[in-house]
T-cell receptor
Framework: KAGVTQTPRYLIKTRGQQVTLSCSPISGHRSVSWYQQTPGQGLQFLFEYFSETQRNKGNFPGRFSGRQFSNSRSEMNVSTLELGDSALYLC?????????????FGEGSRLTVL | GNSVTQMEGPVTLSEEAFLTINCTYTATGYPSLFWYVQYPGEGLQLLLKATKADDKGSNKGFEATYRKETTSFHLEKGSVQVSDSAVYFCALSDLGGAQKLVFGQGTRLTINP
């Protein structure tokens, strides 16, 4: 069974640009969540999507947005990039029900903002 | 709000040593608790979990017990191996969202042969 796939794995942008990251969940998983990982703040929840609807949102500015498609694939977008947005962005998928909290993570997309 | 505090690393041990990584949490209600592990160059993966007080999660020789009275979920292993070298994250499920996890800062563990 293929795991969670994130693209691109690495990217470099400059301040003020925008970026879109993509995530393909494990087949059959309908929930996709996104996390930001930085050395200073650790792992922080961005948002979660289920059946194309945002079900939860973390404490990030409106520049961070996401969406989910009918095939459960998800994208997140960051507009007007700032230096502090440099991070590893992790996508996780899960089935729903009794396995609450059991997330399957991708390897991440490492974003560098110059 | 909910939070998780885990012992700071890095932690360096010799092979076959006993391991403890401390984790305490602050939460309203009774969240589920987790340990995730991130091996070099890989994504996070669930190591073990416990969903209610006094539950013991275990996997690959690692164990952790959900202690409500001390709000703790310490990770232990009796005899570590070089292959256990990784970053370990303690986490709790935020009751406000089914798949929203609150993570600790992570503890980097290095095992020397």
């Amino acid at each position: 069974k293929a795991g969670v796939t994130q693209t691109p794995r690495y990217l470099i942008k400059t301040r003020g640009q925008q970026v879109t990251l993509s995530c393909s969940p494990i087949s059959g998983h309908r929930s996709v969540s996104w996390y930001q990982q930085t050395p200073g703040q650790g792992l922080q929840f961005l948002f979660e999507y289920f059946s194309e609807t945002q079900r939860n949102k973390g404490n990030f500015p409106g520049r961070f947005s996401g969406r989910q498609f009918s095939n459960s694939r998800s994208e997140m977008n960051v507009s007007t990039l700032e230096l502090g947005d440099s991070a590893l962005y992790l996508c996780a998928s899960s089935s729903v029900g009794r396995n609450t909290g059991e997330l399957f993570f991708g390897e991440g997309s490492r974003l560098t903002v110059l | 709000g909910n939070s998780v505090t885990q012992m700071e690393g890095p932690v360096t041990l010799s092979e076959e040593a006993f391991l403890t990584i401390n984790c305490t949490y602050t939460a309203t209600g009774y969240p589920s608790l987790f340990w995730y592990v991130q091996y070099p160059g890989e994504g996070l993966q669930l190591l073990l979990k416990a969903t209610k007080a006094d539950d013991k999660g275990s996997n690959k020789g690692f164990e952790a017990t959900y202690r409500k009275e001390t709000t703790s979920f310490h990770l232990e292993k009796g005899s570590v191996q070089v292959s256990d070298s990784a970053v370990y994250f303690c986490a709790l499920s935020d009751l406000g969202g089914a798949q929203k996890l609150v993570f600790g800062q992570g503890t980097r563990l290095t095992i020397n042969p």
